[in-house]
Nanobody
Framework: VQLQASGGGWVQPGGSLRLSCAAS????????IGWFRQAPGKEREWVSC???????YYRDSVTGRFTISRDNAKNTAYLQMNDLKPEDTAVYYC??????????????WGQGTQVTVSS
C-alpha cells in the first residue's frame, strides 16, 4: 500500500501548480483523500479532502484558489493550486482514509512534495 505525492516545485506568487497523489496496492475509489501541508516550524495542517463519493472540503484560506479532484480510473487524486501565495509554501502530503477528516488521523500517508512560492 503506497501513496506517492508529486508535482511540487517553485512558483512565483500568483502562479499555479497541480499536485498528484498516486495510489498503488489498493483501490483509491474506496477512500477519501486528504491533502495536508507543513511549513517550517509549524504543525502539519489539513488543507482539503475529497470523499469517496466526490464531496469536497477546503480550509478557509484556500477556498476559491485550490481545487481537489480524483480520477478513480487512474487511481490518482489531484490538488490544483491557483493564485498561490508565499504563505502556501510548505511540504504537501496526501493521505487516504475511509472518510474525510479535518484531523491527521488518516490510515495511509504519502511522502511529501515541496511547494515554494516566492519571487
Amino acid at each position: 500500500v503506497q501513496l506517492q505525492a508529486s508535482g511540487g516545485g517553485w512558483v512565483q506568487p500568483g502562479g499555479s501548480l497541480r499536485l498528484s497523489c498516486a495510489a498503488s496496492g489498493f483501490a483509491l475509489y474506496h477512500y477519501a483523500i486528504g491533502w495536508f501541508r507543513q511549513a517550517p516550524g509549524k504543525e502539519r495542517e489539513w488543507v482539503s479532502c475529497i470523499s469517496d463519493s466526490g464531496s469536497t472540503y477546503y480550509r478557509d484560506s484556500v477556498t476559491g484558489r485550490f481545487t481537489i479532484s480524483r480520477d478513480n480510473a487512474k487511481n490518482t487524486a489531484y490538488l490544483q493550486m491557483n493564485d498561490l501565495k508565499p504563505e502556501d509554501t510548505a511540504v504537501y502530503y496526501c493521505a487516504a482514509d475511509p472518510i474525510c477528516k479535518g484531523t491527521r488521523e488518516y490510515d495511509y500517508w504519502g511522502q511529501g512534495t515541496q511547494v515554494t512560492v516566492s519571487s
